[in-house]
C-alpha cells in the first residue's frame, strides 16, 4: 500500500484564532506556516525559525512546509539592489536547512497576493465563501482606482457591466470592495491605499510578463544551486487569480508557464506546488491532465475547487464541488506517487493540505484570516483523505 500523502494545515502563528491544539484534532500532522512578522526580504534567523518550530513540536506536531518565503519586490523589477536581497533569501533557506525544514513554497505576484471581491460571499446554506467577482474588480479599477490603461483592457460589454455594479452599492460597500483588493499578503492586516498602490504601479511601468518572467528565472538562478545542495524542495504557487489584474503581469498562470519555470533551471529542488484553486479559476487549464504532466515536480499540492461562472467570476466551492474534477486530480497525483515509490526518485508522502474553506458552524465565531476557518477546513481535510483512500484502496488493494 501507498503511503499516504503527508496531511498538513496551514497555520498563522502564535496569534492564530486557529490553535495547534485544534489542528492536532483535525488528523493532520503536520504544519504550514512561515514568520510573517519578519518583513519581506530580510533575513529568518535560525533563532526565529528554531523558537517556531520548537512551538510546533511541543503541540505533537511537525513544520513540514514554509508557506512562504516571501520575495522583496526588488527582485521582481530587478532593482538594483535585488543581488543583495537574494543574498539574503540564500542566509534564510541555510538557516531552515539547519532546522531541518526542507520545503519551502513561494509565489511571484506583484505587489498583491490572492485577490478576491468579497470574503463573505453566502452559498445557498449559509456558508460563507471566497468570491472573485469579475464586474466589481472591474468597477474598482476603472472607476475607484481609475487606471487610465483600464479602459482599453476592458472590452464595452465588461465597462458596462462594471459601470452597473458600481452603481448598485453603496459608498461602504465601496469601501469594503477597496479594503477586500488593496488586501496585503496573508498573515498581515496590511491594507494598500489607493495612492499606495498606484506608487507601486509606477514601479511596474516597465516591468511586463515577459521582463517578469526573466526577473523570475534570475531569481532561480540565484537561488537553486544552493537550494539543491541544501536539499530544500522550492516550490513555486501559481497565480490566483491566474490572470493579469489591476495592470500588473501575472507569469505562473497555466502549464506553459509551470514549464518555463522549472526548465529555467532545471533542478529536483526547482519545483510546483499544485493549486488546484488558482489554477482552477482558469478554464483552459486542465487540471487532471496537468498533475499527470507535471507530477515530477509536485513538491506541494493545494487542494481546494472552485465554481466558474461565464463572466470570469469565480467562488470558493465545496473541496470536492465545482468546476475541477477532484477524482481526477487525486488520481493523478497517487499514478505520480506510485511512480516515485517504484524508481525510489522523490518524495512519496506528499505534503498536502486543504486550502481554504468554508466558514461554517461554529466557524462564524471566530475572526480567522480569510479563507483559513478550522471546521471548514476540517470538512475539506477529511473528504480529501476519503477520496485518497478510496482511489488507493480501489487501485492497489
Known sequence: MLPNLEQTFRWFGPNDPVTLAAISQTGATGIVTALHHIPAGEVWSIEEISERKSIIEKAGLVWSVVESVNIHESIKTAAPERDGYIEKYITTLKNLAKAGIKTVCYNFMPVLDWTRTN?????????????????????????????????????????????????????????????????????????????????HLKKYAQTDAKVLKANLAYFLKGIIPTAEELGIKMCIHPDDPPFPILGLPRVVCNEEDLLDVVNSCPSPSNGITFCTGSLGANPENDLPAMAAKLGKHIHFLHLRNVQREADGSFFEADHLGGSTDMYAVMRNVIEEQKRRADSGEGIVAIPMRPDHGHKILDDVNYNTYPGYSVIGRLRGLAELRGLEMGIKRTLYQ
Not at 445557498?124 to 487610465?148: E, K, T, V
Not at 464595452?156 to 457591466?161: D, G, K, L, S
Open 119 to 199: 470574503l463573505d460571499y453566502r452559498l445557498a446554506n449559509n456558508a460563507s465563501a471566497l468570491r472573485y467577482d469579475a464586474p466589481a474588480l472591474a468597477a474598482f479599477d476603472l472607476y475607484i482606482l481609475q487606471r487610465p490603461e483600464a479602459f482599453d483592457e476592458f472590452t464595452p460589454a465588461q465597462q458596462q457591466a462594471a459601470k452597473a455594479y458600481l452603481d448598485s452599492i453603496s459608498e461602504s460597500e465601496k469601501n469594503y470592495l477597496t479594503n477586500t483588493i488593496m488586501a496585503g499578503l496573508p498573515g498581515t492586516d496590511e491594507v494598500f491605499t489607493i495612492p499606495e498602490f498606484k506608487e
